[in-house]
């Protein structure tokens, strides 16, 4: 897919801007904090109806304002699937948020998951080593239900069943009856949910190994090892054994809402021992081995977003990357930085690819 215009409304500090991207390299050039990470969450946005910062819709709209407006036109990189596809979101506070495919208004945002492939790298993405499991849950959802929508509805009947049967452990229900067919929903798609997530890391692994080995030069050895409690046996089971002691905490604690994927730099969690650029280089594995992930499953190049990649890497690294980005395995891609003497190197590395470099000043944006 590529991007290619975009009109935006009140987003954050961004008060209006309209833009025409190419299909090759599009670069936000300026100073930390003028809003180029903003633009990158805007098409981010289009792409998966929310905030890549994790913001309510209500804290994106511009200060002093009452409403933002996004409106992106793409193009697929798969001519069957036709002409190009106009995406309108808009937020009202104390509204609620609407999303447009060509004028016609979406019952459920989840329908527009995966139309839109997209992958971003960014300082933000440091959350999925240093922090809890929920971010790395969070990062396994965000790329299966990408290309499987029937994921995404297990996942979200899941959550639906489990926030359920928390209500009623906190309210100290004692209805078998009730906890059986909360019960025996979550049974059901958790293990949806554990089979695909176990699935795709498998697989997964192996293309996040070889990116890691090429941006390290094949200096170190990593792992993903995907952890669950539904590898222990029956849910149902799990879920029937543990209700008493549920009840006396008060939430759930068997299930796939506890998985978690640990991220091993030999053989050891690379947050504990990793430094400031092994860390760096294992997330633009990560996201690598993310984008060619998807292309290959979805048949459709994604979006590539890069927010300041090249921060906290050492010249061999940095070098590596940009062999990688101006190779001609990606489509459209996106990056910012505070100077041009990197996006200078990857422009020129990637000779015969057409590119814009937009310079940006307080949330205005200029050619």
Known sequence: MTLGTISILNYKNIAEANLEFCNGINCFVGNNGVGKTNLLDAVYYLACTKSRSGLVDSQNVRHGEQFFMLQGVFESDRPAEGDSVSIQMAYKIGGRKSVKNCGKEY??????????????????????????????????DSVISQYSKDYLYHLLNYNKWHAQRDTMLKQQSDDPTLYEVC??????????????RRQ???????????YYKLISTDKESV?????????SGNYLSQLSL???????????????????????????????????????????????????????????TPILLLDDIFDKLDAVRVEQIIKIVSGGGFGQIFITDTNRTNLDALLE???????????????????
Do not use: C
């Open 200 to 210: 795709f890391v498998e697989e997964f692994a192996k293309v996040f190994n070889r």
């Open 349 to 367: 590395r990637a000779s015969g690819r057409k590119f814009k470099i937009f310079e940006v000043i307080d949330g205005k944006v200029m050619l």
């Open 107 to 140: 019952q459920r945002l989840a329908d527009h998951i995966g139309l839109i492939p997209i992958v971003i790298v960014s300082p933000q993405d440091s959350n999925l080593i240093s922090e809890w499991s929920d971010n790395r849950r969070r990062f396994l």
């Open 223 to 231: 792992r993903l090892i995907y952890r669950s409690q539904l590898e």
């Open 242 to 300: 543990s209700r008493k002691v549920d009840l006396i905490v008060g939430h759930t604690t068997k299930g796939v809402h506890k998985d978690d994927l640990d991220m091993l730099l030999g053989d050891y969690l690379i947050k504990k021992v990793g430094s400031q650029g092994q860390n760096k280089t294992f997330l633009l594995a990560l996201k690598f081995a993310q984008f060619e992930y998807l292309k290959k499953i979805m048949g459709r």
């Open 183 to 196: 019960e025996a929903q979550m049974a059901e798609s958790a293990h949806v949910v554990y089979e695909a």
